[in-house]
């Protein structure tokens, strides 16, 4: 009898013969254009290209830089992440693209203690010794501050390990919501309900959601323990340990993908995407404006089989507009979260947070207190792994800061710079739907994932399922889409 293994090998074989089959069959070169550089449009093209070979020509629209969430800031000589930062030991994507770009990772980005302080005292930090550590968590949360470890790999982790294997087969989602489903029901539960109620469902104390929890999402994500409960819980993920981010800086990662996919870069802002031919399949137009030119004659346009929204659809973030479709394109509409991240080479003000030394003082401090002027204060390490000669640290906070704001925190300066982020949605405690992936039969929207929870790895998730879908569709294999939902259980018909 044939081993499991050897069973396991011969689907795979399958599985692959299918996919190059239909892509063998391709008589025409599928055109794609895909709107946005970041980690999401450049993992789409990478999967574009490895699900029709040859058969696809790719063009990648880009406003700002390539990266775009994912870039540097250079102070004090040293490059810094400034946007997307720490990447979990659990997101298989991002560690295999640094595998097969030959980046490297570093596994030590944030060294040192960590500290909550609630405007008037730190309630609580972390030892430089791990049985110090683990009796003070206990001492203040007792036995939420073990239980939140597998809360958080039974409610979050396995459903990932889920999603990589479906991932794998090939299987596509047509919306978040069936996508979510397949991954583990509770999921889309969790966008119905606040962090905060979920947690106290689940037994945890308020101290410890008050604290810890709200601590670690002023951090992440500068809101509170009222958004959804999968944001949060994507948010505590970083209980884990294990974080890392890529050596000499993040954005590698979606040039590299850039480079590997052989698209075509065409730098320049996308005004309009509109229908030229409604049969079916349909054509769409791409009008942009190229290079940083904001003269509307110069705008240029390029005919698609397929297009792929890889930005947020927030106006004040993409400011895309969609014309002569026969039915509004109507993406769901959401506000965007403004992050500042002020990155200041200078040693902090121990005393503020009641510390007689520097080298006492927590090197990362969460906050808890809605009222206070900033988020959390973090000393960072540069992206090339290096020592920098003089301390750096980043502030972020929900407006750009005053400088008596910035002194009460670090008094006096060398080098400051201020990166300000429209960085993600502003998360309600519960959403009523959950957008889909596609706009209309070949236009896709990767960032309609980031209701769900903003991350790098997030959105590398978004682009997998819509490059399968687009190429689904493309080769007319309508039955692989939405194929591990039951009836009842989706959400929209699979062809538009
Ligand atoms: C301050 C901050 C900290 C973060 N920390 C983390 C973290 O620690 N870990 C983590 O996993 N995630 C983190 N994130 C989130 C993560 O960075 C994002 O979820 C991810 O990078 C989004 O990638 P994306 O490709 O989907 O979108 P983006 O990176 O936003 O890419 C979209 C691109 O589209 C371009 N574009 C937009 N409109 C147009 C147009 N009309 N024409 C042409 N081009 C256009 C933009 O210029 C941009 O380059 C953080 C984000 C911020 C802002």
Aim: hydrophobic share 40%; with cysteine; charged share 20%.
């Amino acid at each position: 009898m044939p081993s499991k293994k050897l069973l396991y090998l011969i689907y795979i074989y399958f599985i692959i013969a299918s996919i190059s089959k239909a892509t063998d069959e391709l008589e025409e070169i599928a055109r794609v254009g895909i709107i946005g550089a970041g980690i999401g449009g450049t993992s789409a093209a990478y999967f574009l290209r490895d699900l029709f070979g040859d058969k696809v020509l790719i063009d990648i629209f880009e406003k700002q830089h390539v990266g775009g969430r994912l870039a540097p800031v250079t102070i004090g000589g040293h490059n810094y992440n400034a946007g997307g930062t720490i990447i979990h030991p659990a997101n298989l994507y991002m560690l295999n693209f640094t595998d097969i770009l030959g980046l490297e990772c570093d596994a030590h980005p944030e060294p040192g203690r960590l500290g909550i302080w609630n405007g008037e005292e730190v309630m609580f930090s972390t030892s430089d010794y791990l049985p110090v550590t683990l009796a003070k968590m206990f001492w203040r949360y007792g036995m939420d501050a073990y239980n939140i470890k597998n809360w958080v790999q039974e409610n979050t982790l396995a459903c990932m390990t889920n999603l990589y294997k479906f991932q794998r087969d090939g299987h596509a989602f047509s919306s978040v919501e069936d996508l979510l489903n397949a991954m583990c029901p509770h999921l889309v539960d969790f966008t119905r309900l606040s962090i905060r109620d979920l947690f106290k469902k689940d037994g945890f104390s308020d101290r410890f959601i008050d604290e810890f929890v709200y601590g670690a999402l002023r951090i992440n994500y500068g809101q509170t323990s009222g958004i959804h409960a999968l944001v949060g819980s994507v948010s505590m993920a970083g209980v884990e340990p294990g974080l890392w981010n890529v050596v000499g800086g993040n954005q590698q990662v979606p040039q590299g993908l850039l480079r590997k996919s052989g698209a075509n870069l065409i730098r320049g802002k996308v005004t309009t995407v509109s229908l030229s031919s409604d049969e079916s399949p349909p054509v769409y137009q791409i009008d942009y404006l190229p290079g940083t030119s904001t003269n509307k004659d110069d705008i240029n346009s390029k005919e698609y089989d397929i297009v792929i929204v890889a930005t947020p659809l927030y106006k004040g973030v993409s400011n895309i507009k969609f014309e002569d479709f026969q039915k509004d394109i109507e993406p769901v509409h959401y506000d965007f979260h403004l992050t500042v991240a002020s990155f200041i080479e200078g040693l902090p003000n121990s005393s503020y947070f009641g510390f007689d030394s520097v080298d006492s003082l927590p090197s990362c401090m969460m906050t808890t207190n809605e009222s206070l002027f900033f988020n959390s204060l973090s000393k960072q390490k540069p992206v090339s792994g290096k020592t920098a000669e003089k301390p750096v640290y980043r502030i972020f906070s929900n407006k750009v800061l005053k400088v008596d704001e910035l002194k009460q925190l670090i008094p006096e300066w060398s080098d400051l710079k201020v990166v300000s982020w429209m960085a993600y949605p502003e998360y309600p405690s519960s959403l009523k739907n959950l957008p889909s992936f596609t706009l209309h039969e070949q236009m896709y929207h990767i960032n309609a994932i980031e209701m769900a929870a903003s991350a790098m790895e997030m959105s590398v998730i978004g682009a997998k399922n819509v490059a399968l879908l687009a190429y689904y569709r493309y080769t007319g294999q309508y039955d692989k889409i939405d194929e591990l939902l039951t009836n009842d259980s989706s959400s929209e018909k699979t062809e538009l």
